[in-house]
Structure formats: structure tokens, C-alpha cells
């Protein structure tokens, strides 16, 4: 894979789609073969994606009787969110199991996520009060419910965008706690750490948890702020690479509420590790930092790639009136742009069809779940008749700001004779409970590409004479 590095975030505008065509004499081909050349128009609209934007806030609490439902999903949906952050606050679980009718709860709204095209940011707390003592379960009985959410986590792991260390202290936060270390020292984490690794070790290798505070991570591997996640290392299921962030009062004031404790350096390892990581949170009070400009260029800086739509509303508010908000709606998370492509056409039995494009991020972040990469030619005439073929890339790795090629050779069979087909990109989550599901495809911000009955994007026609 092929990256050209940004001398500018955007390009002002794209260039409407046109064609250019190429004859060529090569390999005794007749006059009729070509090389077309084509620029593609970038998309201004919202639209949804997975595992990306702004997030709604759904609560299941042992106070209360909630679950998912298909119409809150759909509703959102049609908000361009995909995104549920669902807390699970259980008070009545802090000296005992979890009940088998809370287990069924979180497994309805699982089975809700599935079935409705939207993934969740997944929080256990015991309490979301910080009068309400205690502030968390002692380490027998989490680690007991940790055992008892494993087969969940397994089994819905499709479903689960990320999920928040949680369990510990006040709205599962890390900081208030009765049982594992009140504003610890630096070498007070030992307690943070067994939580920590246990829920890494129930969830499945593709999946993150997240932390709180930089400190966290730090302090809980006792790497320094310079030991960061880097190209060579990220996503490759080690510990330190399945754990991410989550800022909860970003953009706040210098120092977003404690979240770097006044250390410049802790700022600089999230930086730089957000890269190859999730960053999601959200706001907490309006302030100079919230302003459109400064958000802007924090969520470039950061990484960001999901934030609550919920809160705070002072902040949401501003952006509104302040005209940056669509803009922040496009840009969090991926945001996929083909730029210009060749592709070979009038094709015969034996000829290679060749395809060379160019694809730009204008997102903050890169995709941080796994993500599959297909060219699939379809046939116009029998839409059943397709050619799937693997991409060889990882979507993983094309970061915000940034330029890549994707390229494919395909050898044109005697079945594709005297057929046309549509060239398609089709970005699929590699579960196999949702890789049919174009909810969970994603889509590229162009015009005229999507197609909503398949989840692929229709980007060139070929002729097989």
C-alpha cells in the first residue's frame, strides 16, 4: 500500500466526475481496449456509517426497566447515527451476581444492535451518584461479574464497537472508588491493572477496551509517555494495543477537568498513540477551548472518533450556531473520498482488468476494528452473478489527512464473456453475523456510488466482449 502524506487537509473542491480514455496496441490488442481515466465528485452530505460520529446515550439500570428497541434504532438511524452508548449502572449488584434478568436485559439489546445495523460503546458502573455509597463492588465480586459478562462479550462481540474499562468508582470513571486505590500513586495501579487485564482477556483479541485518563494506561503498564503504540506495533493484539481512550470532558479548559493532571507529556502521548487507537468521550462544560476552531483542531489532533450528541448540550449548541457542526458530523471518525481512478475496459477472455485508485481520509481518524476490503465485479444483467476478490488492505491504517492507493489485477474468466459488470468497492465488517448486512458496510463519501440494497459502491462499469 502506497501513502502520500497531505501538504493540505482539503482540497477546496473536487473536480465534477469525467472520463479520459486511453487507446493502447499492447499484447495484440484491437483498437477497441482502453484505459479510462475518471475523477470522482466528493459527497457534502451526512450520511451514517459504522463505528464513527456522534453517539446517542441509552441507560439499562437495575432501577429501571429499559432496553433497545427497534424503533429508538431506527430513529437514530435516520439521525445519521450508528452509535449507542449503552451504561449499564447496576446499584443492586455490588455484594452479588448479576440477576439471570439483567443478563437477558443485555442480551436483548445486543440482539437489538444486530438486528437494526448499530453498534454500542459498552459501560458497566455500579453507581452513576456520587452519594450513593458504595462506589464499586470489591475485586471477588467484579472479577465474578466480569465471568459472568464473558460469554456476552464473545458472543456479541459484532455488535460492541469498543468497551469502557468501567466498574470502577463513580459512573465507572476511575476515580472515585472505595476498593481499588483513590487517586493512587504511580505505582498504586496493581488493583487497576488486574481489572484491566481481566476484561481484556474476556473480550475477543479484535476488540478494545478503553480508559479514562492517560494515567491510566501509563501508570498500569508502567510505560513511560514516549513507550507509545506506533505503525510497526498497532493492531497486533497485544495488550498495549487494545487499549484506547476516552475523554469525558474534553475541550473543558487547559487541562479538560484533571483528564492530564497539568502534565504536558500526557498530552503528548495521546496525541500520538490516538492514532492507532480509539479516542471517543465527551464534553462537559461550554468554554473558550469548545469554541468551533479550537474543537476542530483538537479532534485532528486526538483522533477523535465518536462523541455524545447528548452532552453537553451548552457545547452542542454553540457548534450549532457557530456553523461548525456539519462539519464535525462529516469529519469524526473515517470520512473515505476516491479522488481519481484508471481502470482497463472492452475487455476479451484472458485480458487483466486493472484498476489503480486514489483514496484521501478527510476524517479525524482511521477505522479502529477490524475491517475487510473487496473489489466485487457484478453482473448488470444477473445481479447473483458476482466476482469477489480480496484488496489486500487494511483500512486500519489509512489515517485522517492522509492519501492512499488502492490497486487490483483481475483475470477476466471465460464465464464473464459477453457480459457487463459493475466494478464495486465494498468495505464489510468481517463478522460473519453482519458481513451481509450493508448496514455495517461502509460507505465512501462520493456521489452516486452508494447502493443501499448492498452496502457496495458502484464506481466503474466494465465491458467483457
Known amino acids: ?101 439483567y443478563i437477558d436485559r443485555i442480551k436483548t439489546n445486543m440482539k437489538a444492535l444486530r438486528e437494526n445495523g448499530c453498534k454500542s460503546i459498552v459501560r458497566f458502573r455500579y453507581t452513576n451518584n456520587q452519594d450513593d455509597l458504595p462506589w464499586d463492588a470489591p475485586e471477588d465480586i467484579l472479577f465474578g461479574h466480569i465471568e459472568q459478562l464473558r460469554p456476552i462479550f464473545q458472543e456479541y462481540a459484532d455488535v460492541i464497537a469498543v468497551l469502557e474499562a468501567g466498574f470502577i468508582g463513580v459512573w465507572g470513571e476511575w476515580y472515585y472508588t472505595d476498593n481499588y486505590n483513590f487517586r493512587p500513586n504511580e505505582n ?37 509517555y514516549t513507550d507509545t503504540v506506533s505503525l510497526n506495533t498497532a493492531h497486533n493484539q497485544s495488550d498495549l494495543s487494545r487499549v484506547g481512550f476516552h475523554n469525558d470532558c474534553f475541550l473543558a479548559d487547559q487541562d479538560d477537568r484533571g483528564t492530564f493532571g497539568g502534565n504536558r507529556n500526557f498530552r503528548k502521548y495521546w496525541e500520538w498513540e490516538s492514532k492507532y487507537l480509539p479516542m471517543g468521550g465527551e464534553t462537559c462544560q461550554p468554554s473558550s477551548y469548545s469554541e468551533c476552531s479550537s474543537a476542530l483542531d483538537n479532534m485532528a489532533k486526538y483522533h477523535w472518533s465518536f462523541l455524545n450528541l447528548n452532552y453537553h448540550p451548552g457545547v452542542i449548541g454553540d457548534w450549532q450556531t457557530n456553523n461548525c457542526m456539519e462539519e464535525i458530523q462529516r469529519r469524526l471518525g473515517y470520512r473515505f473520498v476516491l479522488t481519481e481512478g484508471t481502470f482497463s475496459n472492452n475487455l476479451t477472455v484472458g485480458d487483466k482488468f486493472e484498476m489503480d485508485l486514489d483514496l484521501m481520509n478527510i476524517g479525524f481518524a482511521a477505522p479502529y476494528n477490524p475491517r475487510n476490503a473487496e473489489l466485487i465485479l457484478v453482473s448488470k444483467s444477473n445481479s447473483s452473478e458476482k466476482y469477489k476478490f480480496d484488496l489486500g488492505v487494511d483500512p486500519r491504517f489509512w489515517f485522517g489527512g492522509e492519501t492512499f492507493n488502492i490497486s487490483a489485477k483481475v483475470t477476466i474468466t471465460e464465464e464473464m464473456k459477453g457480459k457487463v459488470f459493475d466494478v464495486c468497492l465494498n468495505f464489510p465488517d468481517p463478522q460473519e453475523t453482519l458481513s451481509e448486512d450493508p448496514k455495517f458496510s461502509i460507505r465512501l463519501a462520493n456521489e452516486d456510488v452508494w447502493d443501499f440494497a448492498t452496502g457496495y459502491n458502484k464506481i466503474y462499469t466494465i465491458t467483457v466482449k
Not at 216 to 224: M, R, V, Y
Request: aromatic residues 14%; negative net charge.
Open 1 to 101: 500500500m502506497k501513502i502520500k502524506y497531505l501538504l493540505l487537509f482539503f482540497a477546496s473542491a473536487f473536480l465534477l466526475s469525467c472520463s479520459e480514455t486511453i487507446d493502447t496496441e499492447d499484447n495484440n490488442k484491437d483498437d477497441e481496449y482502453k484505459i479510462e481515466k475518471v475523477e470522482f465528485t466528493e459527497s457534502l452530505e451526512n450520511f451514517v456509517n459504522p463505528e464513527r460520529g456522534f453517539y446517542r446515550f441509552f441507560e439499562t439500570s437495575t432501577n429501571n426497566s429499559s432496553v433497545l428497541t427497534q424503533s429508538y434504532l431506527d430513529g437514530i438511524r435516520k439521525e445519521g447515527i450508528s452509535l449507542v452508548y449503552t451504561a449499564y449502572t447496576m446499584p443492586a449488584f455490588r455484594d452479588k451476581p448479576i440477576s439471570q434478568e
Open 188 to 224: 498504586e495501579y496493581g488493583p487497576r491493572r488486574k481489572v484491566l487485564d481481566a476484561l481484556l482477556e474476556a473480550l475477543p483479541k479484535e476488540r478494545m477496551v478503553l480508559v479514562r485518563y492517560p494515567a491510566a494506561k501509563l501508570h498500569s503498564f508502567g510505560i513511560t
